[in-house]
């Protein structure tokens, strides 16, 4: 996918090892690679390639012969992991699949999937658009959706993945020749769109397909954390309790607010704070934290982590 591998090698920053960009990009489940994946703008990209091997992403690094990757990087991705956006899709296909049976009173068919976590969010959604009565708002919301990608991307490319009544998805390979496309452009373009789709769904304030905004799941010891910290322990109660260092439980609160889960991060990071930070991450790009850190205004490391990570997320808003 010459499109995505164009963005993720204008977005690498150099003083980050490639080891630490192959890890982003086969999925490495550390709170390094997550922090190292926002901080370059490249959590749409993370685990995109889970068996890629090193020496291809070294290449691609290295590689200066292609002169579109110095051109035509202006592609623009919302900073929501790779995996949200491709199970925020699956549901959202589910989902007109599901309400397209239904209308056709059938309830013959097969799924487009079978993973539980998947059918039990489409089937709370469904149960509720039929209990209210809702499926025109639910029509108007596809329209009001399908409007904004094509605005954003120039394309609506998912409705043909879609499944419904005795309707089936087009293949890579059909659509290719439809469009006279290759199917690397195509794949790409896709990427594009499920983060599109899912960026819409957090942000337009659809009172249907909301529902259909997915999180990454949070490391189980994270989780944990989570729970305590919004039932109002501090973080050295947390760190008490449980007996880990306190840096650990400052990974996990870095872990959660990358994942997107709503946390309170004033308790933390004062509004100017933030702002002073801020300045100073806006004027330099680096990938090293130490860097940064040289740079900041405040010399604490767990500040200037919450501040790279409000900054780059605010994008979602």
């Known amino acids: 996918m010459k499109t995505i591998n164009r963005y993720i090698k204008t977005h690498y920053l150099t003083d980050k090892s490639v080891k630490s960009l192959w890890k982003l990009l086969i999925g490495a489940r550390t709170q390094q690679t997550y922090f190292d994946a926002v901080m370059q703008d490249?959590?749409?990209?993370y685990e995109l390639y889970p068996n890629v091997s090193f020496e291809a992403v070294t290449r691609l690094v290295h590689n200066d012969n292609d002169v579109n990757f110095i051109q035509n990087n202006d592609l623009k991705l919302y900073p929501y992991f790779y995996y949200a956006s491709?199970?925020?899709?699956?549901?959202f296909v589910l989902l007109l699949q599901t309400v397209s049976e239904y209308l056709y009173h059938s309830s013959d068919y097969l799924p487009s999937s079978n993973r539980l976590f998947i059918q039990q969010q489409v089937k709370y959604l469904f149960m509720k658009i039929k209990k209210d009565d809702e499926f025109i708002l639910?029509?108007?919301e596809v329209d009001d959706l399908s409007?904004?990608?094509?605005?954003?991307?120039?394309?609506?490319?998912?409705i043909h993945f879609l499944h419904g009544h005795q309707i089936r998805p087009d293949s890579y390979e059909q659509i290719s020749k439809q469009f006279n496309l290759s199917i690397d452009e195509i794949?790409?373009?896709?990427?594009?769109?499920k983060n599109l789709m899912l960026h819409a769904f957090k942000t337009r304030k659809y009172k249907l397909l909301s529902y259909l905004y997915v999180r990454t799941p949070l490391h189980i010891n994270t989780s944990d954390t989570y729970q305590r910290l919004i039932n109002g322990d501090s973080i050295?109660?947390?760190?008490?309790?449980?007996s880990v260092r306190i840096h650990t439980i400052q990974d996990h609160i870095i872990e959660i607010l990358i994942k997107d889960y709503p946390l309170d991060t004033t308790f933390y990071l004062a509004e100017q704070e933030y702002i002073a930070i801020k300045e100073m991450i806006k004027n330099n790009r680096f990938g090293k934290l130490k860097?940064?850190?040289?740079l900041s205004p405040i010399k604490d490391y767990f500040k200037l982590k919450i501040a790279i990570v409000k900054y780059k997320m605010e994008q979602c808003k």
């Open 86 to 91: 491709e199970l925020s899709f699956t549901s």
């Open 187 to 193: 794949k790409s373009q896709m990427i594009l769109e």
């Open 147 to 158: 409007q904004f990608i094509f605005k954003e991307a120039g394309t609506c490319y998912f």
């Open 42 to 45: 490249l959590l749409p990209v």
């Open 236 to 242: 050295d109660t947390i760190q008490r309790n449980k």
């Open 291 to 294: 860097t940064l850190y040289e």
């Open 138 to 140: 639910l029509a108007h």
